[in-house]
């Protein structure tokens, strides 16, 4: 596991990001079951993350009106967070795996009992926080994000937080489940193979 030095959102973050296959873009390669997927958006991720290594630009935009939000509302529920659970909670930029070929930039990791645990904050509308609420359980949209960050960390527990201001929080702890993780690693496997075929196949184009 390596930590990059550079805050997330940062130039360096997301240049960082170029090319890696995030746990945040899981879900372009598994379903919320961590079936794989077929069809156009496997397709579409893989031509982003090719045109991505090819030309060194970041493909998607750099921010929009709901991630700055988000942003300002995940800096008031981390501290929230570390207080109910009387925990340190360190800021980190990129985590990728030893090779960088995937990775994950979580919104906080902590020590709990001499244990590593990553943290996953969402600071959804109100509508969609009390139907998070109400289920009591991780959210299929986050699934692959969030066991993702364990298959690159090698985490055996993620924290889920879904955060707002004027209702109950949700915090769910997510434990390793190791099935999962081979279905993960089946799809990342070969992602990057056919990546990397990929990247050949243009590169020899004249």
Not at 134 to 143: M, N, Q, S
Request: with cysteine; glycine share 6%; proline share 4%.
């Amino acid at each position: 596991m390596v930590i990059s030095p550079h805050p997330q959102g940062s130039v360096e973050w997301l240049k960082a990001r170029l090319g890696v296959v995030t746990a945040s873009e899981l879900d372009n390669l598994v379903t919320p079951e961590f079936k794989l997927r077929t069809g156009e958006t496997p397709k579409s991720y893989l031509a982003k993350k090719v045109a991505e290594k090819l030309t060194g630009d970041y493909m998607d935009g750099l921010s929009t009106f709901d991630m700055e939000q988000g942003t300002i509302l995940e800096e008031e529920a981390r501290p929230w967070l570390a207080m109910e659970l009387d925990q340190d909670i360190e800021k980190v930029g990129l985590i990728t795996r030893e090779d960088g070929r995937a990775g994950c930039s979580p919104d906080g990791i902590m020590c709990k009992e001499q244990v590593r645990v990553g943290v996953e904050i969402k600071c959804p509308k109100a509508s969609t926080h009390a139907k998070y609420l109400l289920a009591g359980e991780l959210p299929k949209e986050y699934a692959a994000q969030v066991h993702g960050s364990m298959y690159v960390t090698g985490f055996s527990q993620w924290y889920f937080v879904s955060y707002h201001r004027k209702m109950p929080k949700l915090v769910l702890l997510v434990e390793r489940d190791e099935a999962i993780q081979e279905r993960i690693h089946e799809a990342v496997t070969k992602f990057i193979a056919e990546m990397d075929v990929a990247l050949e196949k243009i590169q020899k184009i004249k």
